[in-house]
């Protein structure tokens, strides 16, 4: 913990750039909420204290950022970055440093902003500063013809030639929290948004003759802000780029870097492949030699070495073991859990259910609440009727069985090992161990029954008239 750093995170704005219900700050970014990249990075710096300054939307952002290690203080109404700081101070110890961060900025470096930290300690006011080639609508560093930052102006009163200046403030500051609840204080909304603007402390300190420190990056990425829906995909292709580097560069083989979506984390061991559009969310660990085919989504999904998920497959919330064959067109819903040697084919979803070792459901089925074992041979067509209209049912199939295509299990039911059920079966009760139980109409052959031809009256009778019955 560094003893005397406090954090101030401005997380108040609506955003109306956005054209957005959900508050600005809680858009992902790779999955994540804008604000819980920065929460990320300050806590790097171990920082006693964490304030999160809300207002729009206080209560969902709240709920989304809950953690032990942040208070949240509601500013209401957001009067601008000034006045977020005024209110985050209220609710964090007086002394020491204080870090102030934006939400909307989730890139910024855990580096710059103990940089920050350190200069504030030295009792500086410190900025974080960027040199950017499209400086349009940020904050323009002033400074005087000596270098010393001179004010901060807001692109909306900058005149002509500040607009021109390449420098802008990305919005990160760190002061001895004294000086900064002392200047805060005195902010007035003379500008043209009315609002209580941070960015002209600046000016006061340098007024003052305090000392003025700017830490300039140059690493655009890092310090952009998100205010549209532009920017924000802009820095999403950014993070997922980067990604993709590392994954690539400890031995992951991905089609194209460009087409690959991480939205949480992705561990992978060695020779694992990945084609193009796949989407990762959550926790995602492919197991070695493991290969996912174009255009799977894979969510909270663990997948052992050497299985093959073809195309189109929709995974979520499943174990799968070693050498399975999933898909293509596979859909595995949560608490699914596949033991090795497995093949899930086309059309196939299992639910809440185990299969064991070996055990094969390749076309059109269902298996919902099942306990099947292992090397089992689960039809094309067949399903689990689990759910009687109020409550869901298991159903347990023993190792061996043979389960016919197109066969409904309604559950709760019991298949013995070793049973074969005949194709077309509806079982209601349990299936015995070893045997073929065959539970379909008779196939019946009407001898003298006619086709009837056109134009002619519909018989009711020569459907009934002399039928036989065959087994079949
Ligand atoms: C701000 C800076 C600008 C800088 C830019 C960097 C000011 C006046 N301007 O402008 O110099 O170049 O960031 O991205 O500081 N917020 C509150 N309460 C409020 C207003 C805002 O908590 O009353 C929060 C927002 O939720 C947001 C952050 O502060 O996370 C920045 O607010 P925003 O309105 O986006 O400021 P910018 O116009 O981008
Ligand atoms: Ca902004």
Redesign the pocket.
Known sequence: MTASLNVA?????????MHSAL???LHPLAGKA??AHVLATVRGLSPRAIAV????GAEAVEQALEAPDLVFVR?D????????VR?ALTALPADGVTLVG????PLVSGDALGRLASLAAEGRLALLTARVRE?F????IVRRSDGAVAR?V??RDAADAERAIGE?????LAAPTALLAKWVARLTPH?A?R??????IVAMAAAEGAPVAAHTVDDEAS?????DRAQLAALERIVQRRGAHELMVAGTSIADPERIDVRGSLACGRDVSIDVGCVFEGEVRLADGTSVGPHCVLRDVAVGAGTRIEAFCHLDSATIGANCRIGPYARLRPATSLADDVHIGNFVEVKASTLGKGSKANHLAYLGDATVGARVNYGAGSITANYDGANKHRSTIGDDVHVGSNCVLIAPIEVGAGATIGGGSTVVNAVPAHHLTVARARQVVIDEWQRPKKGEPRSSTTTTKNERERST
């Open positions: 995170l401005l997380a108040a704005g609506e955003g109306k750039r508050p600005k700050v804008l604000a300054v809300t207002g729009f500013q109404p957001p009067q601008g970055t000034g006045d977020a209110v934006l939400g909307d900025v400086p609508g940020l904050g323009r901060i807001e692109e802008i403030n990305t919005g990160f500008n948004q609002e209580y603007y941070l960015t002209d310090v952009a802000g998100v205010n």
